[in-house]
């Protein structure tokens, strides 16, 4: 299906030379002399590479159906990780390269969110918070709650992040993933 550029905003899936993008800003430009154009800051679904790109009154651009599926993480095997869509039970296989820096984050029975373009999956989401065990970390220091320093922990699935001094062993801590699994909270 082709778009008009008066259909491009914030939130449409547009395909571009070989390539599915999702539109972040668009800006329309009536100029007074001359022909309307549309302004557009594009996100690669694929490679989360941003670019922005200029479309003339005339051109065609054509929509991109991206399905949005809900997955639960099963288990990771030969540099391909193994997914179940919760709505139909299906096993799906993600190569490594499309799970990417998520793959430290992926716990045993996580949902999140995958991204399909005619079969083919485009990339995935991690929940914006996902809680973790400290398995490995150096002592605690006693009456050091403040956050002048950190120490590096592993959690339970075996990534080493930055906590803040007074975590142990034990400890429940809340992680965001939008920022690659910093430490936000310790939850009792």
Request: net charge negative; aromatic share 10%.
């Amino acid at each position: 299906m082709a778009l008009s550029i008066n259909e491009i905003k914030s939130g449409v899936t547009i395909f571009i030379d070989g390539d599915v993008y999702v539109c972040l800003d668009a800006q329309h430009v009536k100029p007074g002399k001359g022909a309307a154009f549309v302004r557009a800051r594009l996100r690669n679904m694929k490679t989360n590479n941003i670019q922005e790109k200029t479309f003339r009154g005339d051109e065609k651009i054509e929509a991109a159906f991206v399905e949005e599926r809900k997955l639960q993480y099963q288990y990771s095997s030969g540099g391909l990780f193994h997914f179940m869509d919760t709505d139909n039970f299906e096993e799906i296989a993600i190569s490594e390269s499309s799970v990417g820096n998520n793959a430290k984050l992926l716990k045993d029975n996580l949902e999140i969110q995958g991204y399909f373009f005619k079969g083919e999956n485009l990339s995935i989401t991690l929940p914006n918070f996902i809680e973790f065990s400290i398995i490995e970390t150096e002592p605690g220091i006693k009456g050091d709650s403040s956050k002048s320093g950190t120490k590096p922990a592993k959690i339970d699935t075996g990534a080493v992040i930055q906590v803040p001094l007074f975590i142990n062993v034990g400890d429940k801590i809340k992680v965001d993933t939008r920022t690659g699994g910093t430490y936000v909270e310790r939850i009792s």
